[in-house]
């Protein structure tokens, strides 16, 4: 069963840290590219980073450059998000998504997880 699975959300004070991991199941991400989405009640849904299935591409939405990064390990079928500095307008739910190409950051992806929960606030 060809399966990605989100963890890591929760809930953080303003300016704290949280790690998002993407994880696969079913098949090897060595083979993806990874984007990170998010979405916030009453929003459409963002493009927040996205990695090349090498990992020697990768792409900031603007309103997290400088603040997350994005990584992977393929030996553990994983791609993670590194949020820090994180601010109340981060609030959404996380969602991490797969496309096997060679192209850094698709315009579609084939599997989507079924998203966690981050939520910034005092």
């Known amino acids: 069963q060809v399966q990605l699975v989100e963890s890591g959300g929760g809930l953080v004070q303003p300016g704290g840290s949280l790690r998002l991991s993407c994880a696969a199941s079913g098949f090897t991400l060595d083979y993806y590219a990874i984007g990170w989405f998010r979405q916030a009640p009453g929003k459409e849904r963002e493009g927040v980073s996205c990695i090349s299935m090498r990992g020697d591409s990768t792409y900031y939405a603007d309103s997290v450059k400088g603040r997350f990064t994005i990584s992977r390990d393929n030996a553990k079928n994983t791609v993670f998000l590194q949020m820090n500095s994180l601010k109340p307008e981060d609030t959404a739910v996380y969602y991490c998504?797969?496309?096997?190409?060679?192209?850094?950051?698709?315009?579609?992806?084939?599997?989507w997880g079924q998203g966690t929960q981050v939520t910034v606030s005092s």
């Open positions: 998504a797969a496309e096997a190409t060679l192209r850094p950051c698709p315009v579609a992806y084939d599997y």
